[in-house]
């Protein structure tokens, strides 16, 4: 179902994106060879309980970590692990915070010390993707100008956009309706209506836009072992245009 959000349950989501945020820019600081991504998620998780909230992906649908923690050629849902991140490598995490009930969702890639310049333009290219799939995200456009617009320029800069995973409506849990394709075509698909929060979270690979699942189940990596990015807001569809809920502002 599609829930619509009033006014008050946006500035909820909001708070709880904004304390998101905080939480990313103190990853950012972090993030160096030699720490793993599970000291970055036993950070997370006491960071937000000292800001009274809650991981809410431990314990959803089974998951076990407050963060996915997803390295070089894993897409998405990467279990945080003992194993140091080397210079070089690129780290995407991705958290849903809950506060008082209401839930962000924003996942970033970082750079590990310094990374090849294909992969900084990788990295470039996926955020430009995502806030061009953001400034179509208004009302009366439709989910299709959304797609579309990523599909459009990532595959202009060369690189391609995975298609299993998507982004999602958000709230009151982390996956609602309607599912937020990463391509498409112009003027197709689901109306945006105001009071609609939804993610927009891009998964960019330097090869093939295809994925395959590890053992456990929950793990996607490209199936080429080519790098894969990602990075995704929550945002609010607002007669005054998109609203990022998961920025400090
Ligand atoms: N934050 C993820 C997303 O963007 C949700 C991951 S669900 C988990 O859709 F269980 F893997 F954490
Ligand atoms: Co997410």
């Given at each position: ?38 000291e ?32 070089n ?65 208004v009302?009366?456009?439709r ?19 995975v ?31 105001e ?8 998964m ?46």
């Amino acid at each position: 179902m599609i829930t619509l959000k009033s006014e008050r349950q946006i500035a909820m989501m909001h708070e709880a994106g904004k304390l998101l945020a905080k939480c990313h820019q103190e990853i950012a600081r972090m993030i160096k060879p030699g720490i793993s991504t599970l000291e970055i998620d036993a950070f997370v998780e006491r960071f937000l309980a000292q800001h009274g909230a809650t991981p809410e992906q431990k314990g959803y649908q089974g998951y076990q970590y407050a963060t996915c923690a997803s390295v070089n050629d894993e897409v998405c849902h990467g279990f945080p692990r003992r194993k140091r991140l080397k210079n070089g490598d690129i780290v995407t995490i991705d958290m849903v915070v809950n506060l008082n009930g209401a839930l962000a969702d924003s996942a970033w890639t970082y750079a590990v010390g310094s990374i090849p310049a294909e992969t900084a333009r990788l990295l470039e290219v996926t955020k430009t993707a995502l806030y061009k799939g953001i400034e179509q995200a208004v009302v009366g456009n439709r989910l299709g100008d959304i797609g579309h617009a990523i599909q459009q320029y990532v595959e202009a800069a060369g690189f391609s956009v995975v298609r299993e995973f998507t982004g999602h409506g958000i709230g009151p849990t982390i996956h609602e309706e309607p599912q937020i394709l990463h391509y498409g075509t112009p003027g197709k698909g689901l109306r945006l209506k105001e009071g609609m929060v939804i993610t927009i979270e891009p998964m960019v690979n330097v090869g093939t836009w295809r994925t395959k699942m590890d053992a456990n189940g929950w793990t996607a990596r490209t199936a080429d072992g080519t790098l894969s990015a990602q990075y995704e807001h929550t945002i609010a569809i607002t007669k005054d245009g998109p609203l990022i809920l998961t920025e400090q502002n």
